[in-house]
Structures are given as structure tokens and as C-alpha cells.
């Protein structure tokens, strides 16, 4: 099949690198929620090879995910898993956890879900990073990011900017703390968390 491609991918993959490169050196077995294309899986399994870099998404984007991985043919990039962040979570238990461009096309319940499911597969100690546009104090962060937001409406009502207080209310209620607000590119922003110690995990 002809792989998909999104050219986001390879605008932001280096300035997401460096973070993972900090926030990630000392995990093994990262879970990517909303995979995609698979692109930003064989970037960052290439140039992170410590990692066990699990890609995850509904099932119509499986196969373009599995095409990506394919080609790439690197040792630490098990299959694809099915996973709707509103259905069934896997049985298993990673370290770390990465999301890029995910929240704004979610329907909020859907963010509320992911945050909930979270706690049943993230082990001790681990790390989430999310990538993507927040608002800040209700408020946008450019005009750019506020014609985004209508643009994402035009196309879908459930679809939009989330406000960083309330996705970091839903952390917090799973047990995070925030360990950075990292500002990128192209007014986005990259958000890492932690579980805490003393965190009762599923």
C-alpha cells in the first residue's frame, strides 16, 4: 500500500527528539498513543534505540502504521496494538507514554478517557509527554492557533484547543506531576508528567 504521510511529522520530530532525549533516557518500554501515520514511531525508535517504541491507534490507521514499520524494519518496533482510548485498554505495563496532535482531534470525553485508561499501564515512576497547541488561561497563544481551533470546529464541532488547566487537572487526578511545559515551535507546546511514588496504580 502507499504509506500515508503527514508533513507535521517532519516539521516537529527534532524539536520533540530533544525532549525525549532528556525525559526519556532512563525509560524502556514507551506506549505512543495515536500513533498516526507511524512516521514519528520509526524517527524516534531510530534515534532512541534503548526504547521498545510500542505504537497504538484505531483501527483504520493500523495498516498505514504497519506500513511505515515495514519499511523501517527496525528491532524495536513491535506491531502496531488496537487501542480506542474510549474501549478496551491492553493488559500491559510501559514507563513511558507519548501523544503527539492527539487532544484537539479527541472529543473531550475522549481526553477525560485517555487520562482514566492511563493509570491502568503506566508502571511506577513512569513519564507521559504530550505534543500539541494548548491554551493557556482560556486564552490562545497567537492568532494562528486561534484560526487553527476554528478551522478544527468547521470540521468537527467535538474538535479543538484544550485548555493546559484542565488536561493538567486530569493529570493530576491521575497521579502526575507536571515535571515541564517545554514551548515549540509553531506555538505548540510539549508536556511531560510523572507518576508519583505514592501513586496506587491499576
Same mark, same amino acid.
Given at each position: 500500500m502507499d504509506k500515508p504521510n503527514a508533513p507535521s511529522? +517532519?516539521?516537529?520530530?527534532?524539536?520533540? %527528539? @530533544?525532549v525525549l532525549r532528556q525525559h526519556f533516557a532512563d525509560r524502556h518500554h514507551v506506549l505512543e498513543i495515536g500513533s498516526g501515520t507511524g512516521q514519528h514511531a520509526i524517527f524516534f525508535a531510530k534515534h532512541l534505540p534503548h526504547l521498545t517504541w510500542q505504537t &497504538? =491507534?484505531?483501527?483504520?490507521?493500523?495498516?498505514?502504521?504497519?506500513?511505515?514499520? =515495514? @519499511?523501517? #524494519? %527496525? /528491532?524495536n518496533t513491535p506491531p502496531p496494538l488496537l487501542l480506542?482510548? *474510549?474501549?478496551?485498554? /491492553?493488559?500491559? &505495563?510501559?514507563?513511558?507514554?507519548? &501523544? #503527539?496532535?492527539?487532544l484537539h482531534i479527541m472529543p473531550?470525553?475522549?481526553? +477525560? &478517557?485517555?487520562?482514566? $485508561?492511563l493509570t491502568s499501564i503506566m508502571a511506577r515512576n513512569a513519564k507521559l509527554a504530550i505534543y500539541g497547541p494548548f491554551n493557556y488561561g482560556g486564552r490562545f497563544t497567537s492568532d494562528s492557533?486561534?484560526?487553527? =481551533?476554528?478551522?478544527?470546529? +468547521?470540521n468537527a464541532p467535538h474538535q479543538g484547543i484544550r485548555d493546559f488547566e484542565k488536561v493538567h487537572a486530569l493529570a493530576q487526578g491521575a $497521579?502526575? +506531576?507536571l515535571?515541564? =511545559?517545554r514551548p515549540m515551535p509553531s506555538?505548540?507546546?510539549? %508536556?511531560?508528567? *510523572?507518576? $508519583? @511514588?505514592?501513586?496506587?496504580? $491499576?
Amino acid at each position: 500500500m502507499d504509506k500515508p504521510n503527514a508533513p507535521s511529522c +517532519e516539521k516537529n520530530r527534532e524539536p520533540i %527528539l @530533544d525532549v525525549l532525549r532528556q525525559h526519556f533516557a532512563d525509560r524502556h518500554h514507551v506506549l505512543e498513543i495515536g500513533s498516526g501515520t507511524g512516521q514519528h514511531a520509526i524517527f524516534f525508535a531510530k534515534h532512541l534505540p534503548h526504547l521498545t517504541w510500542q505504537t &497504538s =491507534d484505531r483501527a483504520e490507521n493500523l495498516p498505514g502504521i504497519t506500513a511505515w514499520l =515495514d @519499511d523501517a #524494519a %527496525l /528491532p524495536n518496533t513491535p506491531p502496531p496494538l488496537l487501542l480506542d482510548v *474510549q474501549e478496551t485498554w /491492553p493488559v500491559l &505495563s510501559y514507563d513511558a507514554v507519548f &501523544s #503527539a496532535n492527539t487532544l484537539h482531534i479527541m472529543p473531550w470525553t475522549a481526553v +477525560e &478517557s485517555l487520562f482514566a $485508561g492511563l493509570t491502568s499501564i503506566m508502571a511506577r515512576n513512569a513519564k507521559l509527554a504530550i505534543y500539541g497547541p494548548f491554551n493557556y488561561g482560556g486564552r490562545f497563544t497567537s492568532d494562528s492557533n486561534a484560526s487553527f =481551533d476554528r478551522w478544527l470546529k +468547521e470540521n468537527a464541532p467535538h474538535q479543538g484547543i484544550r485548555d493546559f488547566e484542565k488536561v493538567h487537572a486530569l493529570a493530576q487526578g491521575a $497521579g502526575m +506531576e507536571l515535571l515541564e =511545559d517545554r514551548p515549540m515551535p509553531s506555538n505548540n507546546r510539549c %508536556l511531560v508528567w *510523572q507518576v $508519583g @511514588d505514592s501513586v496506587e496504580l $491499576g
